[in-house]
């Protein structure tokens, strides 16, 4: 199990040493910022693209962070507007009818060596991917992550009773797509 | 599962709750395993699509494009939100204006036309404690009051989620 460092110790590393103390902060957070993101943005290649912008902003703005939250959470809200963003963009982009843009999404998950689950799993990811972008990261953070409300308020700026409300409609959606499937 | 979440859907979801929450995605057998910061490792391995010690190596590829990259800058949720009222008040107030000139003078003009996204963001990120009303009254909130549109944190979030910050530039060009 690898050691955790504080906040204050993180901080600190880097008021040393700008470069060392940065690694040591991606060396703690890459990997569960990583699996946010891919969640998010689905495919490896795009996980990696979001994760690396994620932590240049980091680095170039770490000398601004306030303290009024965790590192973690700071991170994770940069990771979740580059997610954003990055689908954002990528919708743009696609000329697709909606039916053809559903397939090719099906087709890289099909395709992609990094996708293990079954039929049922896969019709999951389906339906978060029909999703808005805000409904689609809070139900990952609540369903996967399993993560408190107080936290996600934190992280993403929205009362906790906005969020429980869009993680009701966001488990409603998914039911009714995975029941038609 | 947590309890809690597993009881938060169970009745409205049991599909949901029949699939789990198991991660279906991964990545190689060595990718989270050489997480130390050496830096003289291969990248890749031939022999697989991904990287071989990917993270391994991370730390040390955002450090040289960091450096490189002059552009990078955050913006925060709210940033986004405030850019996103601004943009709907800038958007409403020319709508009103447009109509209202056509009707008077027969020209058609938009005062949004000569907004700029940036200094709209600048002005909100130097304005940290500025409140909505504030930015709703200087698009002339009245107006849309009239109008009987009413905006909240969560318009403003589906209205993000569907419109992108390139988006938003091009509605207020």
């Not at chain 2, 601004?86 to 003078?105: E, G, K, Q, R």
């Amino acid at each position: 199990m690898k050691a955790q460092l504080t906040d204050e110790q993180i901080l600190e590393l880097i008021q040393l040493n700008k470069d060392g103390g940065f690694r040591s902060l991606m060396h703690q957070f890459q990997e569960p910022i990583y699996w946010h993101i891919r969640r998010m943005v689905t495919l490896h290649d795009d996980a990696n693209d979001v994760l690396q912008n994620t932590f240049i902003k980091v680095y170039k703005n770490i000398g601004k962070f306030n303290r009024d939250s965790k590192i973690y959470t700071w991170i994770y809200r940069i990771a979740t507007n580059e997610s954003i963003t990055f689908l954002n963009r990528k919708k743009k982009k696609r000329t697709e009818a909606i039916d053809g843009d559903e397939n090719s999404i099906e087709y890289s998950l099909r395709a992609d060596t990094f996708f293990d689950g079954n039929e049922a799993e896969l019709a999951l990811q389906k339906a978060i991917l029909q999703l808005p972008e805000k409904q689609k990261t809070v139900f990952n953070l609540r369903y996967y992550d399993e993560m408190s409300y107080k936290d996600m308020s934190e992280m993403l700026e929205t009362s906790v009773g906005a969020l429980k409300a869009s993680y009701h409609h966001a488990v409603k959606k998914i039911e009714n797509y995975v029941k038609g499937q | 599962m947590k309890k809690e979440i597993l009881q938060e859907i169970e009745h409205i979801a049991p599909r949901l709750l029949q699939i789990g929450n198991r991660n279906p995605f991964k990545v190689p057998d060595s990718y989270f395993e050489n997480l130390g910061l050496e830096a003289d490792k291969t990248v890749y391995n031939s022999d697989e699509n991904v990287p071989d010690g990917y993270f391994e190596n991370l730390s040390d590829e955002v450090l040289i494009k960091a450096k490189s990259d002059k552009s990078a800058r955050v913006i925060s949720l709210s940033a986004k939100r405030w850019i996103a009222a601004a943009s709907i008040v800038l958007l409403c107030t020319a709508s009103y204006f447009t109509i209202s000139t056509h009707d008077s003078t027969g020209e058609s003009e938009s005062f949004a036309l000569d907004v700029e996204l940036e200094e709209a963001f600048d002005y909100l990120a130097d304005n940290d404690d500025i409140d909505l009303s504030e930015i709703l009254e200087l698009g002339e909130f009245e107006l849309i009051e009239e109008m009987e549109v009413e905006y909240n944190d969560m318009d403003i979030d589906l209205f993000l989620d569907e419109v992108g910050l390139d988006d938003l530039d091009e509605l207020l060009l």
